[in-house]
């Protein structure tokens, strides 16, 4: 018998699509030969085309199962993603103050917005993120938008991509130890940012990469920035490698839909079954 894996757990939505929400984040997890296990938090009518529709699962329900999976495997991190209301951010919370995940292996992708501009979580939401999440969680990954709805800093030039990511990490209280990556994606040039715990301030330059496959880009650069972490990565190592994972991901897309596919997530498994 082979020796265990460490298990990873997606708190997420379900897209069906496949390019971003817990499937996609399961994609990821098996990328880096990590057992993925996850909660849904909301079902959505999407597409590479965008969101149609938004149906947040029942809080009782997103609480239950995360009690249930606590109590059966060990949970080496966790990933937190789109949460759909403020009720799921209560649970969230609740269950990473009792699960005895440490900290620096807990990730939140704050998804407020979809990339099609469809609001997936409203103001309250937002504040309760802000207050009781974020001072649970050794990470967060906002990219320029999410930065802005969460600190109220407009994103224009480097200063201010410091601003906010030193603001988001102040606001949590001296006690938080919360690592900022901010996701440059949207920018020109695409570069990415991390504000340590420490204080460091490190720039990741990035190149931008033709292509339309797009969807889930958030996603899956949060999911493999756990992965790494797991897997005994430093901080700017973890944030290097996540990069690139998303970068070749991109690179070696092939078409699906007919608006913004899928990153190719198993891109490094490409022998067929059985050989």
Known sequence: MQGARPVVLTVAGFDPSSGAGVTADLKV??????YGVAAITALTV?????????EP?????????????????????????MLGTRANV?????????????????????VVRSSSGRELLAADGVEALRAELLPLVGWVT??????????????????????GAWRLADGVGETAEL???VTGGHA?????FL??????????????????????????????????????DGAAEAVTAAKRYVREAMEAAYPVGRGHGPLHHLYGLERKAGE
């Open 90 to 110: 209560a649970i969230a919370a609740e269950f990473l103050r009792t699960a005895g995940v440490a900290r620096e292996r807990v990730v939140l992708d704050p």
């Open 188 to 192: 020109e040039p695409p570069d990415d």
């Open 179 to 181: 690592n900022v990556v």
């Open 142 to 163: 906002p990219n320029l938008a999410e930065l802005r709805v969460l600190t109220g800093v407009d994103m224009e030039g480097r200063d201010a991509v410091l601003e």
């Open 57 to 81: 699962v029942e809080a009782g329900l997103l609480g239950e199962t995360l009690g249930c999976l606590a109590e059966d495997v060990r949970l080496d991190g966790v990933k937190i993603g």
């Open 29 to 34: 997890f098996a990328a880096y030969q990590l």
């Open 46 to 54: 999407q597409s590479t085309q965008g969101v149609r529709w938004m």
């Open 195 to 232: 504000r340590t715990v420490a204080g460091e301030e490190l720039w990741f330059a990035g190149t931008r990469v033709e292509t339309t496959s797009t969807h889930g880009t958030g996603c899956s650069f949060s999911s493999a920035l756990l992965c790494r972490l797991v897997l005994g």
